[in-house]
T-cell receptor
Framework: AQSVTQPDIHITVSEGASLELRCNYSYGATPYLFWYVQSPGQGLQLLLK??????LVQGIKGFEAEFKRSQSSFNLRKPSVHWSDAAEYFC????????????FGKGTKLSVKP | DAGITQSPRHKVTETGTPVTLRCHQT?????MYWYRQDPGHGLRLIHYSYGVKDTDKGEVSDGYSVSRSKTEDFLLTLESATSSQTSVYFC?????????FGPGTRLTVL
């Protein structure tokens, strides 16, 4: 079955500390992978995406993610977290020819301590 | 970002009443989606459309219907709202495998 797992429901980090959010997927086809961010009361905004090529992708707001096919993972990282990064983060997987349909993880809520 | 608007942004209604939520896009994207978002469940797909008058069911379609008579509009209807349909509803469009989201509609069914 196709699925996306975000093992951490809630993570708290100190401002300035590094961050890694985990995402594992199960998908039959070659995946397209996405990270979205949602601030409270807002819609989802795309942080970054992987379709093919370089497995380390850069996104907005200083985020990056690395696609590891052997581990079926697409973890999101940031070297130094800012208070404004507090939000909920969603990993999603899709594929070419899937009518744009994405499967979303249940999200990881990030809190940032001053 | 795709120009996606949702209306209304907030609605309170009573059990048993019909409710229609509207999604409007200005980007001429072919694919459109309706999701609901609930704590602990993430985003769950209700229905989607792959063109005018072409729609299909998603993961949680029971109690919902959709219509798409124009490329730019995708309507979600709750024929007889129930308290379990209290949620935040998001519309999205897709182009080249990427989805773009609207701001959401918060629906409360009393």
């Amino acid at each position: 079955a196709q699925s996306v797992t975000q093992p951490d429901i809630h993570i708290t980090v100190s401002e300035g500390a590094s961050l890694e959010l985990r995402c594992n997927y199960s998908y039959g086809a070659t995946p397209y992978l996405f990270w979205y961010v949602q601030s409270p009361g807002q819609g989802l905004q795309l942080l970054l995406k992987y379709f093919s090529g370089d497995t380390l992708v850069q996104g907005i707001k200083g985020f990056e993610a690395e696609f590891k096919r052997s581990q079926s993972s697409f973890n999101l990282r940031k070297p130094s977290v800012h208070w404004s990064d507090a939000a909920e983060y969603f990993c999603a997987v899709g594929a070419e020819g899937s009518q744009g349909n994405l499967i979303f993880g249940k999200g990881t809520k990030l809190s940032v301590k001053p | 970002d795709a120009g996606i608007t949702q209306s209304p942004r907030h609605k309170v209604t009573e059990t048993g009443t019909p409710v229609t939520l509207r999604c409007h896009q200005t980007e001429n994207h072919r694919y459109m989606y309706w999701y609901r978002q609930d704590p602990g469940h993430g985003l769950r797909l209700i229905h989607y459309s792959y063109g005018v008058k072409d729609t299909d069911k998603g993961e949680v379609s029971d109690g919902y219907s959709v219509s798409r008579s124009k490329t730019e509009d995708f309507l979600l209807t709750l024929e007889s709202a129930t308290s379990s349909q209290t949620s935040v509803y998001f519309c999205a469009t897709a182009r080249a495998g990427e989805q773009f989201f609207g701001p959401g509609t918060r629906l409360t069914v009393l």
